[in-house]
């Protein structure tokens, strides 16, 4: 990673679920092309693949992973992905499930669904305030007062903080844009737009198959 890093003036870390596989690697410059690095490939069924926090947190465990050589100063997955945010300044990728993974947050239909700001999820064309890390850090001691107390963080409080971060990104250091924008331009246009002159139960089952949100 320390040579790609040389070589590419802009890394990417990602995490992707697809065709039974979850991917954790890097995405960077090879001249004017951009390539993949896969780091990480894991595969089982269908729990076992999941993007979510609790599947993610084995990234930060101590005793799982076993890094020689010149790695061998790290004791967890997620510092070497840390370390390429850090030190090596690439940014972080991924769907709205991974994103809120990664940091921690609840689900993309929790109050505050967005990993980059603090829209509501009933205002999702509208940008909310920064989530910094400031922020979060504040957050993150709610989580470690109910740890403590053996008590679980509800999606509906403390701003969807519900656990803690695999990694340390601020917002700025996330792409794409907040996805939270596209999925209210969704809605909107499926309320407003192509709405069919039809009876309200027609229009309930419509949504129900073809909103947005059902598909993040």
Known sequence: MQL????????????????????????????????????????GDGNSVKDDNITLSLLHKEGVWHFINSSACWSRFSEVLQWLVDDCGAYVNGDWPALNAIRGLGSPGSTNPCPMCYVRLG????????RTLGKQDKEIGTVVVAAARNQR????????????????????????????????????????????????EWWAAALKRHSVKQRL
């Open 153 to 200: 963080v509800l999606p509906c409080t403390n701003n969807s903080q519900t656990a803690f971060p695999i990694l340390r990104v601020a917002p700025d250091r996330i792409v794409p844009i907040p996805l939270h924008v596209l999925l209210g331009l969704g809605n909107f246009f499926l309320n407003k737009v192509v709405r069919p002159p039809c009876d309200p």
């Open 4 to 43: 790609v890093h040389n070589k590419s003036k802009w890394l990417c870390v990602g995490i992707d679920k697809g065709g039974g596989v979850t991917k954790v690697g890097v995405t960077f410059l090879c001249g004017k092309k951009a390539a993949f690095i896969p780091l990480l490939v894991y595969s």
């Open 123 to 130: 205002d999702l064309l509208t940008m909310g305030d920064s």
